[in-house]
């Protein structure tokens, strides 16, 4: 068997589309939705992402506010007090803290002081909160473009072994929730997980977001499986790779996400949509 490819540029292209529909509907009743983007220091990753979403946002008419920081004349308290200030901003509708903060940053301090209300990111705990009990708000944005995929893919979830990889508060852990609150028996292996094979061997679907190019080997793949990978790996050829291996997976997968082109268009196209969301709410 060779298996679909999950095709998450056209995906995110249909994502953007109906959020440039909502934005021009809200446009019209004299709000224009608006996303605050903050960045501290000057890590190159960083600095791509910020570029991108602000490209994106452009494209389906989201008025950004870019606060760009320097490092070392950055504080706790100084980022603390900027975040305040959008809350408090009426005309800004959601607030990105892009991460990883510098070091000297309480990062936990400052997701906590951004208003649940403006969280796009889904990162607060209150957000998190409301995904664990099964009424979620705001989702992270790459676990919601995973579950999108898997939709898109036509995998309904119910029933079904599901495997995350990856325990992270940015897309392990609300993976698994979601994948819960859709149905499936869900299992989630991390670092300390002795049999990692065995485990993905037993699944329906596979969830990798560890950031380690190739972990999971195709001959892993149970037949007929959908793969959803997370994994964003700069290889020393300066290729990218994903945390499964795709050309063996493929021969195995029923539904399989390619890197690039998978997950990754997904996540700021979910960032999006979290916007436009927010400013329905403004709209009332
Ligand atoms: N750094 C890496 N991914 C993300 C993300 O989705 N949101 C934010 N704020 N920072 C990130």
């Known amino acids: ?123 607060h705990p209150d957000n998190l909160g409301r995904l664990v009990l099964g009424k979620p708000r705001f989702v992270p944005c790459t676990p919601a473009g995973c579950m999108r995929l898997l939709q898109e893919a036509g995998v309904d979830p119910a029933g079904k072994r599901a495997l995350v990889i990856g325990r992270s508060t940015i897309v392990g852990k609300p993976m698994a929730h979601l994948l819960l609150a859709a149905n499936a028996t869900v299992t989630i292996a991390h670092s300390r997980t002795t049999n990692l094979a065995e485990e993905v061997s037993r699944a329906d679907i596979v969830v990798a977001a560890v950031g380690r190019a190739h972990l999971v080997r195709g001959e892993w793949i149970k037949p007929g499986a959908a793969v959803i990978d997370v994994g964003m790996n700069r290889l020393d050829t300066g290729k990218l790779a994903g945390d499964v291996d795709f050309e063996g997976a493929r021969q195995r997968a029923g539904a399989i996400t390619p890197v690039p082109g998978g997950v990754g268009p997904m996540t700021i196209a979910g960032l999006m949509a979290n916007v436009v969301r927010s400013a329905e709410s403004r709209v009332g």
């Open 1 to 123: 068997m060779t298996a679909a490819l999950i095709d998450g540029k056209a995906v995110s292209a249909q994502v953007l589309e109906e959020v440039r529909q909502r934005v021009a509907a809200c446009v019209a009743k004299g709000v224009t939705p608006t996303l605050a983007v903050v960045l501290v220091g000057d890590d190159p990753a960083s600095q791509i992402y910020v570029r991108n979403k602000g490209r994106r946002a452009a494209e389906v008419g989201i008025a950004t506010r870019d606060h760009r920081l320097g490092a070392k004349e950055t504080t706790t308290e100084s980022l603390l007090e900027l975040v305040a200030q959008l809350d408090a901003d009426p005309e800004v509708d959601g607030i990105l803290v892009q991460l990883p903060l510098p070091g000297h940053i309480d990062a936990d301090a400052v997701l906590l002081a951004i208003d649940p209300a403006k969280d796009v990111d889904g990162f």
